[in-house]
């Protein structure tokens, strides 16, 4: 066993020259005790700056703004400070000030040659948030960030005003260069000045960027109501951008929300409330483990986001906070969706809740862990279950309390969940479009011109109607597709079923746009998707189950308004040389007294179907764009759950619903002569 350990009998004494491919004679035993070099104060910052700041770029560079500015934070968080002072200066200079305690300045009771701000500013892991008496939450656990900062500026001036007199310390690359300095009473001023040049050694000729500076303290001051931050930036240094404003003071009574809100600016919202508050972890010990500040709203067509932070600290690649929030999302879904007896609710994941939402957390924990020094992942084991218990519970009481926005939100969440399964199980057929025309279906009658914008399809039943429809079009912008008769009803109908419907892979690839995953609205072929079918029952329903197939399989068409329903006349009235059209009876008897004379004889007919339509007169009253009435179909975010309520009624699996939303309105049923 012990001649595992021995050296080789061949050890080599040379090394290969990575250069020449020669060896040098180099001794390998040769490595001895002075060969270990030992890293002394904060000379291990400016070695290996990628450790602490994540390296020398642009990014790097600002993560010492957010070191400064996160101390000021804690100061207010903790509740000692109110305002913080950020300014930009020419030749590249930040200063921070803000009107806290000020960082101590007596003798360190373990450094007593040295103050507890020499020791701060020039020694790693020195600092008051490690005993979580200073401060209860704080984004700095490591107690590097100033002494960070130190070791990598040029310069750096400090200022304390702490019991009306202040104090004056300079710094450069990490080490003093002047005595602390009692600079007198003040009585006007309290709280730490940072000022400080970034080392142009480590950072080359990378600048400040104001604009990126000012999106900070924007952040800053929504993360937390109680504070004001005022900025300021040297006018030399907007020369030419109106980007940022010179001076401005940052103030959001609302938090979060006022973010989320500004953020979002006019996008489309499947749900208009949003859902915001704060609240205080349970107790541990008697004690408040922190507290959780959040606001989330879903869009319709936006990008999603979810932006978290801990104890203001920007945490971009999530963490236990954000576990806890998704976790508490979909339980609350899917409890609402037990309630309300919709048993599609159990099929939803935390993906669908939140992948159409806009949401903002900002988490307060005491002792955070977070992953390296850099702080962009949180991963404080209790944070998940303390947010999730927090805010079930919430979200639980503002459904309830928004019964009709919260059926709106749990049919979206169920359109989305839907819409994923379609996409995994659904192999459709491949996306046709105008540059391969030879694999449309046979029975289409295209168009001529190319423009999507500018063209519209016809869906018209059978082929007798498709072939009044062909001679009544305008072939450069009309095209005809004819339906054999009543399409599947996609609400009842299995996937597979779906799938192998021939009508419907026709009309598909007609369209151009794919279904499922192979979506895309850019494809789509026509501009208007107009149905048109025959004034009576039965093409009513067909129109149904048209209307419910794009509901179901293709929303982006409803929702983005290239669904319509054409209305084509029921009746002709002749008499003479004159003739009218009407839409149904009630139209027949407005049209009889408004253009007839009472008494006299008008030929009334009565069109059984689109085919029995001349082609002049189906182009003249339904066709024409200067004559015709199209209906857009619309499916209004507000009514979402209403809508899906009704198209289940209607079309979906149970004939028990039918049945009932039949006897429900049997009372506005008139005679009619059948």
């Known amino acids: 066993m012990n001649d595992l350990f021995a050296p080789p009998a061949s050890a080599p004494s ?24 030992v890293l002394e104060g904060l000379e291990p910052v400016r070695r290996r700056p990628g450790m602490y700041v994540g390296g020398t770029d642009e990014s790097a560079l600002h993560h010492l703004a957010s070191e400064i500015l996160d101390n ?6 903790a509740g000692y400070a109110s305002l913080i002072q950020v300014t930009l200066c020419t030749g590249n200079a930040l200063q921070i000030q803000d009107n806290g305690r000020g960082i101590p300045v007596d003798p360190h009771p373990k450094f007593k040659n040295l103050s507890a701000l020499e020791v701060i500013l020039t020694t790693l892991h020195s600092g008051g948030k490690f005993g979580g008496k200073a401060y209860a939450t704080s984004g700095g656990l490591h107690g ?16 304390v005003a702490r019991d009306k007199n202040l104090w004056r310390q300079t710094y450069a690359r990490g080490l003093p260069t002047s005595k602390l300095i009692d600079a007198g009473p003040i009585n006007n001023r309290r709280g730490t000045m940072i000022r400080f040049v970034p080392d142009t050694e480590i950072f080359g000729n990378l600048q400040f960027q104001p604009a990126r ?6 952040s800053k001051a929504y993360l937390f109501k109680g504070v004001r931050i005022r900025w300021a930036c040297d006018p030399a240094l907007l020369a030419g951008r109106d980007d940022v404003p010179a001076e401005a003071e940052l103030h959001f009574p609302g938090g979060l929300r006022d973010s989320l809100e500004d953020d979002i600016g006019k996008a489309t919202r499947a749900v208009q409330e949003i859902w915001a508050g704060e609240a205080d972890f349970p107790q541990q010990n008697g004690e408040t483990a922190g507290k959780v500040e959040w606001a989330v709203v879903w869009l319709e067509t936006a990008d999603s986001f979810l932006h978290s932070y801990c104890n203001t600290v920007p945490t971009p690649q999530g963490g236990t906070h954000e576990t806890g929030f998704r976790t508490a999302l979909l339980k609350g879904l899917r409890a609402w969706g037990e309630q309300r007896s919709n048993k599609r609710a159990a099929q939803i994941t935390a993906e669908d809740v939140l992948g159409a939402s806009a ?16 702080k962009e992942k949180l991963t404080s084991p209790d944070t998940a279950k303390l947010v999730e218990a927090t805010l079930r519970d919430r979200f639980d009481h503002w459904l309830a309390g928004h019964p009709a926005q919260a059926d709106n939100l749990l049919s979206f969440i169920i359109e989305r969940a839907e819409e994923r399964i379609r996409k995994r199980d659904q192999k459709d057929t491949p996306r046709k479009t105008a540059t391969r025309r030879l694999r449309l279906p046979g029975k289409l009658s295209d168009c001529s ?40 009803n996609v609400a009842s109908a299995s996937t597979e079923k779906l799938r192998q419907n021939q009508e419907l892979k026709d009309l598909i690839e007609a369209l151009g746009c794919g279904v499922g995953d192979r979506f895309d609205r850019s494809k789509l072929r026509y501009g208007r998707v ?29 929702r983005h ?20 059209y009407a839409m149904d009876d009630a139209d027949r008897e407005r049209v009889q007294a408004r253009y007839f004379k009472a008494g006299s004889k008008v030929e009334i007919s009565r069109f059984k179907g689109l085919g029995e339509m001349p082609p002049s007169a189906l182009k003249e009253t339904t066709m024409d764009p200067a004559k015709r009435t199209l209906l857009q179909v619309e499916a209004l975010p507000e009514n979402r759950a209403a809508t899906n309520e009704l198209v289940e009624s209607l079309m979906g699996k149970k004939p028990e619903l039918r049945f009932q939303f039949i006897q429900s309105r049997a009372r506005f049923v008139e005679d009619v002569d059948l």
Request: net charge negative; hydrophobic share 45%.
């Open 530 to 558: 107009i149905i048109m079918t025959d004034a009576d029952v039965d093409g009513a329903h067909i129109a149904s189950l048209l209307m419910t197939f794009f509901y179901r399989e293709l929303p982006e068409l409803v």
């Open 449 to 488: 011109r190319e423009n999507a914008a500018e063209t519209e399809i016809f869906l018209v039943e059978g082929d007798s109607a498709g072939g009044s429809a062909k001679q009544a079009r305008n072939r450069e912008t009309q095209a005809i597709l004819p339906l054999r008769g009543k399409i599947l």
């Open 144 to 159: 590097v960030g100033s002494s960070v900062v130190n070791a990598l500026s040029s310069e750096m001036l400090v200022e």
């Open 359 to 374: 949401a903002k957390l900002s988490a307060f924990v005491r002792e955070p862990q977070f992953q390296g020094q850099t």
């Open 14 to 37: 040379t090394l290969p020259s990575a250069a020449s491919g020669k060896t040098n004679s180099v001794d390998t035993n040769a490595y001895s005790a002075k060969d270990i070099e």
């Open 561 to 580: 308004g290239h669904i319509y329903l054409a209305r084509p006349p029921l009746f002709r009235l002749v008499q003479g040389a004159k003739s009218h």
């Open 72 to 77: 000021a934070m804690d100061e207010a968080v």
């Open 213 to 218: 500076l000012f999106r900070l303290c924007r």
